[in-house]
């Protein structure tokens, strides 16, 4: 991973210094992008709620599928699943009682090797500044470098993303991008998201019916949390 770590951190240099414009032109050129409708945003966003109504509180979540083949082969599908924030006592403690605090199935582990990650994200701040280091998206390349790139030559990653990915994170990918292709690889990127909504506020300004669902999970995770003292 020390290997990852570094091309990354050179490449994030590199690509700073690229304009907003040029990124995000970059990033639609790079991309199949698929509009996140109505009814596919109201399920990412309460499909792990009525067991974990702490993501309630505003967090992205998304879900990933990497498709990967070798030599022209398939060779395995994997699902996970990614939830941005730092992980720290105020999110714990969003999902469950002290000790027993889990995260929903499937979720990409960056706790268990946290300081190799902090390593690996240093620097990864939108063009206002503001810190994209746990963000859903870079998590999940993280975790990819980490544990599916040595399985093939030639990968789909395809996501849902309840908010669509801030510059800082399509920036990410797109090194990504160069990374496999200095290794010789391939890699296609199909997005699902909905461009109007960028941060959480705007998924109820887009849909303002979602303000029964979140009104109604803020409710449920005050009552858990009741339960929890
Ligand atoms: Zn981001």
New binding site residues.
């Given amino acids: 991973m020390d290997f990852f770590v570094e091309k990354i951190l050179n490449l994030r240099y590199k690509y700073q210094l690229l304009e907003k414009v040029a990124l995000r032109r970059l990033w639609k050129k790079s991309i199949t992008r698929i509009p996140l409708n109505r009814g596919a945003i109201k399920l990412l966003f309460t499909k792990h709620l009525d067991e974990f109504p702490g993501i309630v509180k505003g967090y992205n979540q998304a879900e990933f599928l990497s498709k990967i083949y070798k030599n022209g082969k398939f060779v395995d599908e994997i699902s996970e699943y990614s939830i941005s924030s730092y992980p720290n006592p105020n999110f714990i403690r969003r999902f469950g009682p002290g000790p027993n605090w889990r995260l929903p199935e499937n979720t990409i582990d960056i706790l268990s090797d946290l300081e190799k990650f902090e390593k690996f994200v240093q620097r990864a701040f939108d063009f206002d500044g503001t810190s ?1 280091k746990f ?1 859903s ?1 870079i998590k999940f390349i993280y975790n990819f470098l980490k544990k599916h790139i040595d399985k093939g030559d030639e990968f789909v990653i395809e996501f849902k993303s309840l908010l669509t ?2 510059d ?2 399509i920036r990410e990918f797109i090194m990504l991008k160069e990374l496999l292709e200095g290794m010789g690889k391939k890699v296609k990127f199909v997005v699902h998201d909905d461009l109007r909504i960028r941060k959480f506020g705007d998924i109820s300004k887009t849909y303002p019916e979602m303000k029964v669902e979140i009104k109604k999970y803020e409710k449920l995770y005050k009552k858990n949390k009741k339960q929890w003292k």
């Fill in positions: 994209r963000d998206e990915p801030c800082s994170c």
